[in-house]
Every structure is written in C-alpha cells, then in structure tokens.
C-alpha cells in the first residue's frame, strides 16, 4: 500500500491574501503539486477567509474536475451550516470534519466523539447522502477510532501536532490509534506539523496510513526547493 499525499494550500493563500493581488496562485501551485506526483489537493476554508477563499473551493474543484480527475479534493471545516452547504454544493472526493473554533490560528485537537455524538453522526449521514467520503479529525486515543465508526466515519485522520512537536511518547499512541482503526474497518489518515524528518518513522509506525495532509512544512520548503521538488521529496520521505 502507498500512502497519498495531498498538499493543504492553505498557507499559499494566506501569503496570497497580505496583498490585493492574485499571486501566488493557489490554483496554479496546485497545479505544479499534482503534475509532481501529489493525490490531491486540502484547503480549510474559515468563516472570516483569512486563508482559502470561498472563490479558491470553486477555482480548484473547476480545475480538478477538468484537468485532474483521478486526484481527490480534500475540504476541512467545522460543520456549521454555511460550511456544510459549501460541500453540498462542491462535492469534494472526501469531507475532513474538524472541531475547531473560529477563532483558533489552526487545528489544534481532536473530537470528543461523545459529547458530538448526535452533531457528528447526522452531519456524516447527509455527506454519505451527498456521495461523499468522511473522515474524522481525532487525538491519538484508541477509544476516539471506535467512537469515530459508531458514528458512521469512513476514516479517521490522526492528529499528530504532539508527535511533530517532538513528544517522544506520542508515536506509541499513534500507532495503537491506528490499528484499532484498522481494526474498526475504519480508513487512515493523518495530518499536522509532519515534516520530511518525522514523517518516515510514522509510515513504518503505520505502514496502512493511506493518506498524509501537510500544508505548513511543505510551504516552507518551497521557499527553498519550489513546489515541485518539495512534493518529490516528501513523496521521498513516504516511501515504505
């Protein structure tokens, strides 16, 4: 099994959105990532737009549509209504659903699946209604995976910000994570502050994880390499 890569742009149109201009292009670095070997293609889209705009969802779904067919579209949100109705109308390959606050800087933890249960389960019932595959934004808890298929997920997405912080425990706790997913019949995603260093001893730790979302490191690399040998080398550092 490979593991996928998809590039979150967020960061790109946050560099986009400090000027009244239309560059850097999110849709044309999105370009550049697919033509490198990159699956798809994530965007978080926030109610106040301070990163991805409600314009870049149609531009890049216009483009992966048309140009892109087998690369999937990855939109992340809380579902608020206004949310929900932007991939009702969209229709992204896979629907990423968050617990994140407004006003938080990025995501920063993972659902308790129990106190959502209700939310979650007929929020995930309308997306599979719609045709579309979801995947849960959860901590590095065993017990979160098997929550996470009684409300109906297709997939889990680990949340790694501590291991990428360097916690030295928190590679065990993926790991367990990710077998009780598997065991629950549940796909595996994972996602926050992976790097090209960190990300190897993750995919031997995983060697099911299916696909990686990265969009802050990546970005800082192609200040230094551009965007097409940063995806060669972090398609590098996911060989099994």
């Known amino acids: 099994m490979t ?7 967020n960061a790109i149109a946050q560099l986009r959105n400090r000027r009244s201009l239309p560059w850097p292009s999110v849709t ?8 490198a070997g990159a699956s798809g293609i994530t965007v978080h889209p926030r109610p106040d737009e301070r990163h991805i705009r409600r ?11 048309a140009d892109y067919r087998d690369k999937e579209f990855n939109i992340e949100g809380y579902p608020t209504a206004d949310f929900l109705a932007l991939v009702q109308k969209h229709k992204p390959d896979q629907v990423t659903l ?3 606050d407004p006003r938080q800087a990025t995501s920063d933890h993972g659902w308790d699946i129990a106190a959502h249960e209700a939310l979650l389960a007929r929020v995930i ?8 595959r979801v ?14 298929r009684q409300v109906g997920a297709d997939r889990v997405e680990l949340y790694t910000g501590p ?3 360097g916690d030295a425990g928190e590679l065990a706790k993926l790991k367990a994570t990710g077998e009780a ?6 796909g595996l995603n994972a996602g926050h502050d992976l790097t090209r260093a960190n990300l190897p001893p993750l995919i031997q730790a995983l060697p099911f994880l299916q696909e990686v979302s990265i969009g802050h490191a990546l970005t800082a690399d192609c200040l230094m390499f551009g965007m097409a040998e940063t995806v060669r080398l972090y398609l590098k550092a996911l060989q099994r």
């Open 98 to 100: 968050v617990p994140d």
């Open 181 to 186: 997913a598997r065991e629950c019949g549940l």
């Open 135 to 148: 995947s849960l934004f959860v901590d590095a808890d065993p017990a979160a995976a098997i929550l996470a």
């Open 163 to 165: 291991y990428g912080a």
């Open 3 to 9: 593991c996928d890569l998809s590039v979150n742009v």
């Open 55 to 65: 314009t870049d969802v149609v531009d890049l779904e216009a483009m992966l549509r």
């Open 125 to 132: 019932g309308e997306l599979h209604e719609g045709g579309m």
């Open 28 to 35: 044309g670095l999105s370009r550049v990532a697919l033509e």
